[in-house]
Structure formats: structure tokens, C-alpha cells
């Protein structure tokens, strides 16, 4: 089968495209994986706060999803984010990570939501 054929699939481009973002996060020399962790929660955070203008709806969100990366609550999340910040150049990078997949995201929704 053609390979362009195959790629005209939606499942299998996105497939493909997170294929592509698992391999260039993990070759990236000096991420870690808390750097990882804290970059995907806050591209599903922001995904959340989009997506879900109730506050009360947003907010059980996303304590669910801090609980689901493995965060007791968003006080060891906001010392995350502290420690990070200890360094600017590091938290730029995860922050802009993070916004690169949250668009990603939410374009992916757009695109493949039911008509």
C-alpha cells in the first residue's frame, strides 16, 4: 500500500504525528521527565480552561487531571512550577512546549469534532 495513501487517514496522521512528538520530546537532551510531565499537564490545563468557561466545571478538570499525572493537588503543582522558575531559560522552554501542544490540541478537536 501507498504510503501517502495510508497518511490521508486522520487516525493514522495523527498517529503519526504523535509518534513524531513522543520521539523529538524523548531525543531532546536535558528534558527530564518531571520537565514532561509538568509540560503535559499544563497543555491539558490549558486545553481545559479553553474548552470549559464554567469555573466550576474547569476546576474539577483540572484537579482531575493533576491527579491523573500524578499531582496530589495544585500546591505541588504550583511548586513545581516554582522550582522551575528558578531558572527562566528552563521554564521558557517547558512553557512554550506546553502552549505548542495545548494549540496542537485544540486544533486537533476542531478538526476531528462531529459536524
Avoid: K
Wanted: hydrophobic residues 40%.
Amino acid at each position: 500500500m501507498d504510503v501517502l495513501l495510508l497518511l490521508r487517514s486522520p487516525m493514522i496522521r495523527r498517529l503519526f504525528a504523535a509518534g513524531i512528538a513522543f520521539l523529538t520530546v524523548s531525543c531532546h537532551s536535558g528534558w527530564d521527565t518531571e520537565e514532561e510531565r509538568f509540560a503535559q499537564t499544563y497543555a491539558e490545563i490549558l486545553v481545559v480552561r479553553e474548552l470549559y468557561p464554567d469555573t466550576a466545571l474547569g476546576n474539577a478538570r483540572v484537579r482531575t487531571l493533576l491527579r491523573q499525572y500524578g499531582y496530589r493537588g495544585e500546591e505541588e503543582f504550583r511548586q513545581h512550577f516554582l522550582t522551575f522558575a528558578r531558572e527562566p531559560a528552563r521554564l521558557r522552554r517547558i512553557l512554550d512546549s506546553a502552549a505548542t501542544r495545548a494549540e496542537r490540541m485544540l486544533q486537533d478537536s476542531l478538526r476531528y469534532r462531529p459536524r
